[in-house]
């Protein structure tokens, strides 16, 4: 059975910074490509960062030079250093594992609430 589990959301101040970890189980994980995304109520689902096998990252402008995706294939785990945050950063952050070739997953977390307010 496949299990990631989000935790390190929280409340923080505008400016501030967290850190995301997602635990994942049932998947040979070093072989996946990883994500995390978020979404805003009312909003549609976006993504945050990915990270390949070979840890190739991706960000999109939004988040650029403020979030970043890391990997530990031997903790199964991955993480997402969140930075100077701002207000319309807040959302409910999901992790994702896929593997495309293999028509494997994508699987999803719970999700962990992230809010910015001073």
């Known amino acids: 059975q496949v299990q990631l589990v989000e935790s390190g959301g929280g409340l923080v101040q505008p400016g501030g910074s967290l850190t995301l970890s997602c635990a994942a189980s049932?998947?040979?994980?070093?072989?996946?490509?990883l994500a995390w995304y978020r979404q805003a109520p009312g909003k549609q689902r976006e993504l945050v960062a990915t990270i390949t096998t070979s840890s190739t990252t991706y960000y999109p402008d939004s988040v650029k030079g403020r979030f970043t995706i890391s990997r530990d294939n031997a903790k199964n785990m991955v993480s997402l250093q969140m930075n100077s945050l701002k207000p319309e950063d807040a959302a409910v952050y999901y992790c994702?594992?896929?593997?495309?070739?293999?028509?494997?997953?994508?699987?999803w977390g719970q999700g962990t609430q992230v809010t910015v307010s001073s």
């Open positions: 049932g998947i040979s994980f070093s072989r996946y490509s």
């Open positions: 994702n594992a896929e593997r495309r070739l293999l028509n494997l997953g994508p699987y």
